[in-house]
Structure formats: C-alpha cells, structure tokens
C-alpha cells in the first residue's frame, strides 16, 4: 500500500513553544489530508482537513489560530502546533486518501508531550 | 451529526476462534466502508474496505455489508494473539477523497 511519514515522531517541548509535525505523502500525491488527535484510550478526533492551495477546513471547536495548517505542495502538509500547553499533549496523526487507489492511509504519528 | 457505533468492547475470544466486530452508522449517503486495525500505542493500519452489500474476503478477514440496515461488520477467523488491537469502523462519504467517520472502535484481546 501507499505510505505516508510523519516527522518527528516524538517530541517534547516546553509549554510556551511551538511545535511543527510534518506529514508527507511518499508515492502518491495527496491534494487533501486530514489531521487527528488522539488521546490516551480514546477515539481518534478529526481537527482539520488540509487542502493543497487553500485554507484548512477545520472542525467544531478546535482553534485554528493555535493549530496552523499549511498545505505546501501535493505530498506534504504541515502542522504547527503555536504556544503549545501541556493539555496539547496528544498523541498527532495525519492521514491522505490515495485517490488512485480510493483508500486512505495514515501516518505513523507524532506523540507530543508540552512540558 | 454521522455517527458511527460499534459494538461495546472488550472482546475477548480464545485462540483459534472467529471473532465477530459489528458497526452501524447513521448517514445513508455513504459509499464506502473501511476497517482499520490500532494497536495501543500505534496509528491506524488498513485491514480492508468493502463498497457493495455482500461479503468479501481477505485472507482470514471478511467485511460484510447491508446498506439497507446501515451495517458492516468484520470477522476474522483463526484469530491469533496478534490480532489483539481495536478495530476501526470508518464509513466514508461519496468522495474519494472525503473524510471517514470513526466509532470509537472495538477492542479486542485473542487468548492463547
């Protein structure tokens, strides 16, 4: 199946700071991805939906001056967590629908700790 | 509101057994069906999709779906330890390249 990466993996920072997760699309491009939290023993939650040359779509309740979506080119969208607080600690994940092949493939993650 | 519901977990099933993962959900419109198998810890991983009522098998794994009854489910036979994870039902909207709806997935533990 097709890949998707994300970087990094892991990251602590300390509260205040921001954070970027990268996520990238290996093989196929991607005009839209899809950006979700999860934390611990909980559903996966839809934060955003990336567009390739446009604004993010983002969900009900979540602050889209504190989580910066940019969608820069058709395999990479990036997602900058801005004045990151320790409730920001969460478990990221990115996910991108193969259109070619109609399924849609998520990331490895990044795991996010704000100290 | 789509909303997705799956069967109340833990599921627990000896080795060897056939375990059975249930979901309905609620928008009429949607044309596809995906199953993603989590373990703790980990992102989600396709195990497969299904688009037609019926079934359709995968090795040890079949999806089947009624979309008259707004429901699709996984069975996986010969279940092994490492199988053990949650299962994600995700339906998905007319576009292919349109967002999935998760439940909050089931999770299930495969004794030896």
């Known amino acids: 199946g097709a890949v998707v990466s994300q970087h990094p993996s892991r990251v602590i920072c300390k509260s205040g700071t921001s954070v970027k997760i990268e996520c990238r699309s290996l093989d196929f491009q991607a005009t839209t991805m899809f950006w979700y939290r999860q934390f611990p023993k909980q559903s996966l939650m839809l934060m955003a939906t990336?567009?390739?040359?446009?604004?993010?779509?983002?969900e009900q309740g979540v602050e889209k001056d504190k989580f910066l979506i940019n969608h820069a080119s058709l395999t990479l969208s990036t997602l900058t967590v801005t004045s990151a607080h320790p409730e920001d600690s969460s478990f990221y994940i990115c996910?991108?629908?193969?259109?070619?092949?109609?399924?849609?493939?998520f990331g490895p993650g990044t795991r996010l700790t704000v100290l | 509101q789509k909303e997705v519901e799956q069967n109340s977990g833990p599921l627990s099933v000896p080795e060897g057994a056939i375990a059975s993962l249930n979901c309905t959900y609620s928008d009429r419109g949607s044309q596809s069906f995906f199953w993603y198998r989590q373990y703790s810890g980990k992102s989600p991983e396709l195990i497969m999709f299904?688009?037609?009522?019926g079934d359709k098998e995968d090795g040890r794994f079949t999806a089947q779906l009624n979309k008259a009854s707004q429901y699709v489910s996984l069975l996986i036979r010969d279940s092994q330890p490492s199988d053990s994870a949650t299962y994600l039902c995700?339906?998905?909207?007319?576009?292919?390249?349109?967002?999935?709806?998760f439940g909050r997935g089931t999770q299930l533990t495969v004794w030896p």
């Open positions: 990336s567009n390739e040359g446009s604004k993010a779509t983002y």
């Open positions: 995700a339906p998905r909207g007319g576009s292919t390249l349109g967002r999935l709806y």
């Open positions: 299904i688009y037609s009522n």
């Open positions: 996910s991108a629908p193969d259109g070619g092949t109609d399924t849609q493939y």
